[in-house]
């Protein structure tokens, strides 16, 4: 089973950055889409950014456009999100997968991310 090992999270102020990191445990990480989610505390799942199995394409969600950014590195079956200017609004819960996932798709812990006003 694929195993997804989210990290990088953290408290930050209001307009601080962070960089998540997502390593993938299978071996061919380079055929599938990727993206991130988030849930935060008595909320859905919400899907933030995505990118190609290539890299090439990427999308996000409104809420985050012009702040984050999505990229990978297939040689290293690692997914990234750089954050900057962040909002108390995004603090969530940090997850990484496939995209789409399927409904039997394993999901890691997630990285907590917390935003101070």
């Known amino acids: 089973q694929v195993q997804l090992v989210e990290s990088g999270g953290g408290l930050v102020q209001s307009g601080g950055s962070l960089r998540l990191s997502c390593v993938v445990s299978?071996?061919?990480?380079?055929?599938?889409?990727m993206g991130w989610y988030r849930q935060a505390p008595g909320k859905g799942r919400e899907r933030v950014a995505t990118?190609?199995?290539?890299?090439?394409?990427?999308s996000y969600a409104d809420s985050v456009k012009g702040r984050f950014t999505i990229s990978r590195d297939n040689a290293k079956t690692t997914m990234y999100l750089q954050m900057n200017s962040l909002k108390p609004e995004d603090t969530a819960v940090y997850y990484c997968n496939k995209f789409p996932y399927s409904y039997g798709d394993s999901w890691g812990q997630g990285t907590q991310v917390t935003v101070s006003s």
């Open positions: 990118v190609s199995n290539d890299g090439s394409t990427r």
């Open positions: 299978e071996s061919i990480f380079s055929i599938y889409a």
